[in-house]
Structure formats: C-alpha cells, structure tokens
C-alpha cells in the first residue's frame, strides 16, 4: 500500500492489520473488515468459519462473489449476453489440452494466447501474441488450460471501469 494512503486512513482512525494467512481468523480477530486477495480452498473455509462466528464483519471480496472473475471464459459469459448494438466481443476459445488445439482454425490471426485462470497467481499475467499456426505450436509459455483470444488492436488504451452498488468510475 502507498505511505499515503495509509497516512490518510489512520487520519480516518482506520487501522490496517495485517493478516497471517498461516492461522484461523476466528484466533486474530476481531475484525469490522477484511480486505484481501488471497485464494483457495482452505482460505475460503478459514473466511467462512470467521463469518459465522463475526456476521457483522465485511469481508471484501466474497471468494462466492468473484469466482466467476478468476476464470477468462465465464468472466466474459454476463458480457456476451448483454443486448447491446455493435458491441465487440473478441472471438475466444477454451484450450483445455494439447488435442484441442486444432479448434484454433476457427480464429484468426493474429491472437493472444493468456492463462485460464485470472487470479492473481504468478502465471495469470503471462501472454503471447501468436501471428501463425507454427507459433501455437512452438515456443508458448503457456500451457493448457488456455485462452485464445481474437487480439484487437487497441492502440495501448485500457479502459477500466469499477462498478460498487450504483457507483460507477
């Protein structure tokens, strides 16, 4: 976190605690909020167990909530069913294993190759731009389960937008 923010939050009697992951919530609390971007299994139990015990405490994200975002393919699922004119979906296919890569034929050149997963592991952020055929079969970082995605050229702009109940930036 920036000095600043943390300055700022402390002027709001805010404190951050850090959390060690290692232990049971229900042992380090209490807590009013919960703020992480840790994942798995078991955390998702240790969140649990704590939310039983602590109903009044937010916990900021719901693993419940932003399952669907972890994953390439269901995160674009609410979007391609939105009836909006002229919206531009790339093309996308699901790589679950080596053999299917010969559904690849259906895109077009060039594309981005990512991870499925999109959860903050070390891999989430690994990609490549792919021009032929010979490069999805030689030389990928990546291996199965994959995304291939239409690349659309966008000029380097991002566009990010944060929707929290009806606030949207």
């Known amino acids: 976190m920036v000095p600043s923010f943390i300055n700022y939050a402390k002027e709001q009697d805010i404190d951050f605690i850090p959390i060690d992951v290692s232990k049971p919530l229900t042992e380090q609390g209490p807590f009013d ?7 798995g299994d078991e955390w998702n139990l240790n969140l649990d167990e704590y939310s039983t015990h602590s109903p009044n405490a937010t916990i900021i994200d719901r693993p419940s909530a932003i399952q669907r975002l972890h994953n390439r393919i269901s995160m674009l699922e609410p979007v391609s069913q939105l009836n909006i004119p002229n919206l531009n979906i790339p093309n996308q296919l699901l790589i679950q294993d080596s053999e299917s890569l010969k559904a690849a034929n259906n895109l077009s ?18 990609m490549s731009l792919v021009f032929n055929h010979e490069g999805l079969t030689k030389g990928l970082k990546l291996e199965p389960p994959m995304v291939l995605q239409q690349f659309v050229n966008h000029g380097g702009i991002m566009f990010k937008v944060y929707v929290a109940g009806g606030y949207v930036t």
């Open 33 to 39: 909020c919960i703020i992480h971007k840790h994942y």
């Open 109 to 126: 050149f060039p594309m981005i190759v990512k991870s499925l997963q999109a959860d903050g592991t070390t891999t989430a952020h690994d």
